[in-house]
Structures are given as structure tokens and as C-alpha cells.
């Protein structure tokens, strides 16, 4: 699969299926190498309806094996709210922050219901 900056979007309807079953939120990062090809989607599985336990042992490890110099990041919103709330905007933040610390770009945040998603970046919030 071929995750570029023009096709990000082209995948919104995989990743809307990505959380089909989902009533809890669920974050996926899919690392992306310098050939813009997907090589890996990590996955995490919220506790309850608003929050997300990322294990940060496996994103370190997983950057270390495939060195990606690409992530976008999706997660959904099972209210079927698409607004991101403030600690989705500090998540955005951080992770953009520590990809840069990696030599890693973020080429974006994006949040899904089971009918739409909302970009960071089209919003000029990444």
C-alpha cells in the first residue's frame, strides 16, 4: 500500500473501515518509509469511550525496527463527534514534537466517525 501527501485522503474509506466494529476509541499509526509505502500500523485500543492507552515501548521499538520517515495517525471518535477535543490537539502536538526529534514527519491527525473524518492538517492544526 502507498500512503503519499496527494493520496492520504484516497485511504479515507479504508480507514473509516478500520473502526467499523469499534465503541471504544482506537488510535493507529501507520509508518510510512521514505518511498511513501505504509510498512507498518501500530494499534491501540482505548479503555473506554474517550480515551487511549498508547504503549509507548512499542512505538519506540517499532520506530527503531522500521525507521520511518513518515506517520499519519487516525483515531476515532465513537460519539460520532468529528471536533477534536483539547487533549486531541495536545496528542497532536506531542507526537509531532517527538517525530521531529526522530527525523520523522507527521503527515497527519486524522479523526474518524463511521460516516466522515476531520483533517489536522486541512485545518492547519498539524
Do not use: C, Q
Not at 3 to 18: D, I, K, N, P, R
Not at 23 to 29: D, M
Not at 78 to 95: Q, R, V, W, Y
Amino acid at each position: 500500500k502507498t500512503f503519499t501527501w496527494s493520496s492520504v485522503y484516497s485511504h479515507s474509506g479504508e480507514m473509516l473501515g478500520w473502526f467499523d466494529d469499534e465503541n471504544s476509541e482506537k488510535v493507529i499509526l501507520v509508518l510510512i518509509n521514505g518511498n511513501d509505502d505504509e510498512i507498518f500500523k501500530l494499534s491501540f485500543d482505548g479503555s473506554d469511550e474517550n480515551a487511549v492507552d498508547a504503549g509507548i515501548s512499542e512505538i519506540v521499538n517499532a520506530f527503531a525496527l522500521y525507521k520511518p520517515k513518515k506517520v499519519v495517525v487516525v483515531h476515532n471518535h465513537p460519539s460520532g463527534n468529528l471536533k477534536p477535543s483539547e487533549p486531541d490537539k495536545n496528542m497532536t502536538e506531542k507526537i509531532k514534537k517527538a517525530l521531529t526529534a526522530m527525523d520523522t514527519h507527521l503527515l497527519d491527525h486524522l479523526i474518524v466517525t463511521r460516516e466522515s473524518y476531520f483533517s489536522f492538517t486541512d485545518e492547519g492544526l498539524n
